[in-house]
């Protein structure tokens, strides 16, 4: 079973803009990460944000953590066209060390 | 470079026709792990393994092998293939479960 999801599962913005997407998780956790995968390609990872930290920077990137509501949110500003992507956020699996487990994702259009 | 190699990146085989996917890191990781990704259900972990000769199975490993006799390989043997098991496939590696993986750039996989 998925331990994130993610919310929206698409979204469509102009560059410039902002994109915001959130990731909710069931089970508490030592830490979040968020990955980017343009299509049909691996993933690359953006940001680790561990459960003892709220908030997150890297470049354009913004992360924060709320282990109270089990929510993630991943924010990227100023964005481009070269942000097109789908995102996701991964979470060890709370029954078994070793296991990751992931959303199935945010799709991202950016328009020029 | 540091990189996860994959091999072969493109194969389309026949139902139950014996066949491996390679996988090659070359990071010194201990933590490897393959995932199957399928529109609409993101990324499931398959098997991973803590180091040499230590494996254990992800979310779906049914109709999937592996082995890790060396830190740096780690192949997936689909023994009898199914057409259920046409899907992109990644290999990962990071130090840890919990740190960033690196992935692999991907098998896409058709049975037919």
């Known amino acids: 079973s998925q331990q994130g999801e993610e919310d929206p599962q698409a979204l469509s913005i102009q560059e410039g803009e902002n994109a915001t997407m959130n990731c909710s998780y069931k089970?508490?956790?030592?830490?979040l990460q968020w990955y980017r995968q343009n299509s049909g390609r691996g993933l690359v990872h953006l940001i680790l944000i561990r459960s003892n930290e709220r908030e997150k920077h890297s470049g354009r990137l913004r992360v924060t953590l709320d282990t109270s509501k089990k929510s993630s949110s991943l924010l990227i500003t100023a964005s481009r066209a070269a942000d097109t992507a789908s995102y996701f956020c991964?979470?060890?699996?709370?029954?078994?060390?070793?296991?990751?487990?992931f959303g199935a994702g945010t799709q991202v259009v950016v328009t020029p | 470079e540091a990189q996860v190699t994959q091999n072969p990146r493109y194969l389309i085989t026949v139902t139950g026709k014996k066949l491996t996917v390679t996988c090659s890191q070359n990071m010194n990781h201990e933590y490897m792990s393959w995932y199957r990704q399928d529109p609409g259900l993101g990324l499931r972990q398959i098997y991973y393994?803590?180091?040499?000769?230590?494996?254990d199975k992800g979310d779906v490993p049914e109709g999937y092998k592996v082995s890790r006799k060396e830190k740096r390989n780690f192949p997936l043997i689909l023994e009898s293939p199914s057409p259920n098991q046409t899907s992109l496939y990644f290999c990962?590696?990071?130090?840890?479960?919990?740190?960033?993986?690196?992935f692999g750039p991907g098998t896409r996989l058709t049975v037919l």
């Open positions: 990962a590696s990071s130090f840890g479960d919990s740190d960033t993986q690196y």
């Open positions: 991964a979470t060890p699996a709370s029954d078994s060390w070793g296991k990751l487990q």
């Open positions: 393994s803590m180091n040499v000769e230590v494996t």
């Open positions: 089970t508490s956790i030592n830490n």
